[in-house]
């Protein structure tokens, strides 16, 4: 799994390449506790290139989502795979947060 993290303001960009599981997903946290530090509000995560997210994975992003919406943060799912948009439409994460097909 590769993850790119760009800034931009008050926007911070994540594309995750791969998949993020169990044995990776620390990598996905240092991430994360980069743009809790940082000033961005918007969070715009690419999962176009991520063919699957374990319940670990899934578990970061929600409690990184907990804090960074405590602090006026959004996230948006800019771009997600087939397998990523079933996902996180059928945990209804959709209701949390805009997850956009491909």
Do not use: P, W
Not at 30 to 50: G, N
Not at 72 to 94: A, C, D, H, P, Q
């Amino acid at each position: 799994m590769n993850i790119e993290l760009n800034f931009n303001e008050k926007v911070a960009s994540m594309k995750i390449d791969g998949i993020l599981n169990s044995e990776n997903a620390h990598l996905l946290q240092e991430k994360l506790s980069e743009v809790m530090k940082s000033d961005a509000l918007l969070l715009e995560l690419d999962l176009f290139d991520c063919r699957n997210i374990s319940s670990t994975g899934i578990g970061k992003i929600l409690l990184f989502y907990k804090d960074f919406i405590s602090r006026g943060g959004e996230i948006e799912v800019v771009r997600s795979s087939n397998s990523v948009y079933e996902l996180f439409t059928m945990l209804k994460l959709n209701q949390l947060f805009t997850v956009n097909l491909g």
